[in-house]
């Protein structure tokens, strides 16, 4: 029973009793796992291009981009930095007073190497009257983290990535959020030289980035020779979801209010959808590398935009082939072994449809966004698998899974799962517009059956939480989906602050 408090809350965050409704339902019925057929792999599934192939593709991004197009980079990067300093965390929480495990001793080894060491040595110098090394030799290693973590400090614990200094350069050390700047000019520059990138933040955030862009804008445009327009974006309270008790009662706080929590990064394509862009890259804020290995991500992700553009026109073609009526026996035919060959949409009912029913069928699968999804070979790193799976209307398509979405109680399942090859590091080329230039409404494509709900706990009260069907996982379900095989050294994240030491992290 809703009290008028309550109606009152919902109004505030524009969610309606009948949004309630079904989420309560969605912990009452739970998920249903997704039925999947088989792994996708290099050849069966992944597409593996030759260096002819990647030649002709660059070269197809490149003449995309001498029209009048409009490309965004599009770049999630809410939420706190913590769980990259976990381990600092629990060294600070301890009793010992200096560094015991692998990870405490490769940090204070490697400390110097941190694009961030010349900024805590001066807070460190503030603070402690000491510099970093000093306090070494004293023995006060939890004074240098404290420094670090802190918010008298960098306060690095509670900041989000994009704002961490990452690499460091002659010219001065770069956030994660300058990475990405460097990089929108080198592969997503239109023919005036405009670079559009938008970054989707959290509320307590969002001034601090704008002081960033404000302080920095300049000195990128003209390193690259271009001018940027930067967009910020957060995450809607709308999407927010109700929390509920282990009874699957709505959960209720000290003060008796009802508690939401954001709905995951799922909830993120409903800033997806407000872009108005044709073409729209999208990669985690924490997988960047310093420019002089950009190389490999650059060519990559123009090869996977031309893969892109190269799709787009045959399903324009295709589609003002439908919409002109004039088409012949064997043109559907070739329709058909497109969307079997080129897009790997599998129906056994095909044969059975009447021709009508045969068009509108092709029609629905053609007009739909389009993602090109960059697949690295597994390395044992976490990330969604690329698996054909069943979709609602019967069809088999390709879709990136979580292992949350997977039956594993059963052996085959499991199995199949745990044979995949291939993972997508979030790297993404989409495609949000029909022939006629007007922009997919992106949340009629949600596969709502593919969220998933996970335990949490609030003043040391447990709650189950739902989490919205995941940006690249069921976000995108119903989009026309191709995988390609990229290499492994366009996938460079920091998961951990000790990954900033590895080699593809410093400047040579």
Known sequence: MLTESDLNLLKEKNISEEQIKEQLSCFEKGFPFLEIISSASSGKGIRVLSNEDKSAYLQVWDEYLTQRRKIEKFVPASGAASRMFKGLFEFLSSKKEAPETEFEKTFFEGISRFAFYKALNEVCLKNEESDVLS????????????????????GYGQLPKGLLLFHSYQTGPRTAMEEHLAEGAM???????????????????????????????????????????????????????IAVDLQNHPFRDAKGNLFFRPGGHGALISNLNELDADVVFIKNIDNVVPDNLKGSTVIYKKVLAGVLIA????????????????????????????????????????????????????????????????????????????????????????????????????????????QGTHFNPVDLVCALKDPEGNSYHLPDFVDKNTGFISHKSKDGRELKALELPGLWNGAMSDWNTIFVEVPIGTFNPVKAVNDLLRPEHQVS
């Open 135 to 154: 306090l070494m030799e004293q023995g006060r290693y939890k004074d240098i983290v404290r420094n670090l973590l802190e918010e008298d400090g960098l």
């Open 311 to 418: 799709i787009q026109r045959k399903i324009f073609d295709y589609l003002r082939l439908i919409k002109s009526g004039k088409y012949s026996h064997k043109q559907v035919e070739e329709m058909i072994h497109f969307l079997q060959d080129e897009l790997n949409i599998r129906n056994p009912e095909t044969k059975l449809l009447e021709d009508a029913e045969l068009i509108l069928y092709i029609r629905r699968k053609l007009l739909r966004p389009i993602r090109v999804c960059g697949m690295v070979k597994n390395i044992g790193e976490p990330g969604g698998g690329p698996f054909f799976a069943v979709n609602p209307d019967g069809t088999v398509s390709l879709q990136i899974l979580e292992s949350n979405q997977i039956d594993m109680r059963d052996p085959e399942k499991k199995a199949l799962f745990e």
């Open 187 to 241: 592969y997503a520059k239109n023919e005036t030289g405009q670079v559009y990138i938008h970054f989707t933040v959290s509320p307590e955030h969002l001034k601090f980035f704008e002081a960033l862009v404000k302080k920095k804008q300049k000195f990128y445009e003209e390193k690259f020779s271009v001018v940027y327009s930067i967009s910020f974006s957060t995450q809607k309270n709308s999407t927010d979801t």
